[in-house]
């Protein structure tokens, strides 16, 4: 009889093969660079003159529209890197090892129930600590700080299901790090940039890594095939 | 143990599916469960099947309604196609690996204990 272990040991190696080549941590930096980014824009003077003299120039639907279409650039740009992905391992990386398409839902539900808790517990304590700190970007601090721990505990908790290691890491140092953004005196705009490009940073080093180990074994294995043709 | 305790665990694992039970099936159920849909590729890859053993046990997954199987092709950057088979599970099938896994897990309690 097939152990109940062998089934899980099949079931997790195939839900770990979409993390394995670093393809998604690299989406999920360029997203969180460009979150911040756009993020910070919104409360730049720049953008304040450039969407007053919009509604000047034109309608309210226009200078509307220009700003959900700012917002929308993360999404858009995680969406574009996300085809290339497919490309990308439909030529090169699964050409040899097959392609799988993953569950809508990777994450299991309880991870992302103990993410959220981890969010407010966060802004619980930052509210409890504000006396201490009487200044004004404390607040923005704990806002993006207990965010950014929360989103280190889910890829921590994530890497620990599914045995990757280096998510465990990143998610740890990303969460660690995170803690930094309490004390740091960053306004709101200047503080969801420093977030969204720390991440960035942690993401995409963490992705490449992977993509250059996995890289040689795809160019092997595809060498071989071809020999075999 | 009882005799009906001994009665009602023999019945349990005589009441497994066994199209799933099948070893090689488990094995493609069990990938099959994980993602939305599976190439013929990565089946042969982790099941370690021959491609004739690994069609004839999706065929027999197939006709029982388990999963569907969708053949299409991919194209290669020599501007060749290679033929793309994927494999996903159907409701059926899901409902079917989830009480199987279910089954097993209870047996398997019961027989460490």
Redesign the interface.
Known sequence: MVAGQDIDKIIKKTQRYEFLDGLREIQLGVYMALLGLTNWIIFQPFWVRFYLWLLDRTDRFTSILTAILLLAIPVLAALGVQQVMYAVRKRWLWQESGMVKPLRVVVPRWITIVSVLVLFAGLGLGLLLQPLFPNQFFIWGVLWGSTGVSFGYLLAALGQHLQLKRYVWVGILGGVGSVAMFVLPLSLGNSVLVLGLGWAVLLIGSGLLALRQTWPQVRAANSEGERDV | MSERQQADEIKNITNFDRLIHE?SR??IM??L??????????????TGLTKGNLSAHLRKLEEAGYLTINKGY?ET?AGGNYP?T?CALTKAGRRAFKDY?RQ??AV?RQLED
């Open positions: 070893p488990l094995a069990a990938v469960w994980a993602s939305e849909s599976a190439d013929f590729k990565y089946l042969e890859n982790t991919r950057g793309l994927t896994r097993y897990l398997a």
